[in-house]
């Protein structure tokens, strides 16, 4: 069973659009398909034809363990099932803080499909924040899927994202990989999108590999901004059912068949001893800025290229100490690194990890 959550902090770059119509479309191919609405706003809810209201069970009752996910789960079309989200779900935040474990409430509650391997794929849609309801979606998922308008400031925003998602990928669920980045609302005329684009695939490609989006890949498939993704909600359908020959149902058919084809690659746990003294105890990114140059400077765009700056431990070869360092990587290449030599300790037990303060 694939897990997978759709985030981005910043709102309006086609999270809820993407996790409804990729779960609609892998649907189609006969996959069974779970989507969780995370987002207190329901949205997703809504796309899919669902208004809670009166005793209708929501996500908000698993986190309240009034319910299970199967009594809340309702089932929208053939192999495609939603547990929809309403506003009471924004009680959680203030719930659950001061329960201890309260980053794992919607892991173990879902502990059990695992198991039984009951779906093939589970999307989380999450809300447009970094706290706890976001945190309990990357704590029971394997795969980050981040939808991204290529604009400046989403661009400037994905530090913070890789940076939360490294933080969850050491301490509370080492399983974690961003698996790629969709660009949504896409307009191949400009000149703005390609050059953010260059700047994202630019940032991957130079990244460490034993960081959690080292194989995050741009796929391929934009989502074109199309007035028919926008009106689809409004009828409580999937863009395959309001529109199904419209430019924006084939690019979500052609997402959905590119994410299926990485889903092999990207599903493996393991990870090397190095790579998790790398992540280590200290781990934070920044983000340093380099206006780009060439053709952007003629035409006047400065842009941000976000270039994440990795504080940890990387194990030596025998594996019986470590190097602490700190290294940063410039526009052309350059390494600047200094460190000292310190005693390896073995990383913690991610799953008892729960004194994390959020």
């Known amino acids: 069973m694939r897990t997978i959550a759709v985030m981005n902090q910043k709102g309006g770059v086609g999270k809820t659009t993407s996790s409804v119509n990729l779960a609609a479309a892998l649907a189609r191919t006969g996959s069974k398909v779970c989507v969780i609405d995370m987002d207190p706003q329901g949205h997703a809810s809504f796309h899919l034809g669902l208004e809670c209201v009166g005793e209708t069970l929501t996500i908000y009752d698993v986190f309240s363990e009034r319910a299970t ?17 309403n506003i009471d779900l924004a009680a959680v935040e203030v719930e659950l803080a001061g329960v201890q474990h ?18 093939d794929y589970v999307i989380m849609d999450c809300p447009p924040s970094l706290g706890v309801l976001t945190i309990n979606a990357l704590c029971a998922v394997r795969e980050v899927l981040i939808p991204l308008q290529p604009h400046f400031f989403a661009l400037q925003g994905l530090s913070k994202l890789f940076e939360t998602t490294a933080l969850v990928t050491r301490r509370l669920n080492r399983d974690l990989r961003v698996t790629g980045v969709a660009l949504c609302l896409y307009e ?14 630019h940032f991957l490609s130079s990244s460490d ?13 934009r989502i074109r901004r199309n007035i028919k993704l926008a ?34 690659e990207v599903n493996d746990p393991q990870l090397t001893t190095a790579a998790w003294l790398f992540i280590g105890s200290s781990f934070r990114t920044n983000v340093y800025r380099s206006v780009s140059g060439g053709a952007r400077r ?4 400065a842009l ?18 470590a190097t602490s360092f700190s290294r940063l990587s410039f526009p052309d290449g ?7 030599t310190a005693s390896a300790e073995p990383s913690p037990n991610v799953t008892g990890s729960s004194d994390w303060d959020w």
């Open 69 to 85: 996910v199967d009594d809340a789960r309702q089932l929208v079309a053939e192999n495609l099932s939603i547990i929809p989200s």
């Open 102 to 119: 309260r980053e794992f409430v919607l892991r173990d509650a879902m502990k059990h499909w695992q198991q039984q391997n009951r779906f």
């Open 188 to 201: 191949s005329g400009t000149r703005l999108a390609a050059d953010v684009i260059e700047d994202l695939r």
């Open 209 to 221: 590999s034993d960081t959690p989006w080292a194989n995050a890949r741009i796929f391929r498939n």
């Open 231 to 264: 009106e689809a909600p409004s009828f409580g359908q999937s863009i395959f059912d309001y529109a199904p020959t419209c430019p924006g149902a084939k690019d979500y058919a052609g997402l959905a068949v590119e994410l299926s084809a990485v889903g092999s």
């Open 298 to 301: 003629r035409s006047g765009i």
């Open 304 to 321: 941000t290229s976000v270039t994440a700056v990795c504080y940890g431990s990387v194990a030596s070869t025998n594996l019986s100490t």
């Open 334 to 340: 350059q390494r600047m690194t200094t460190s000292s």
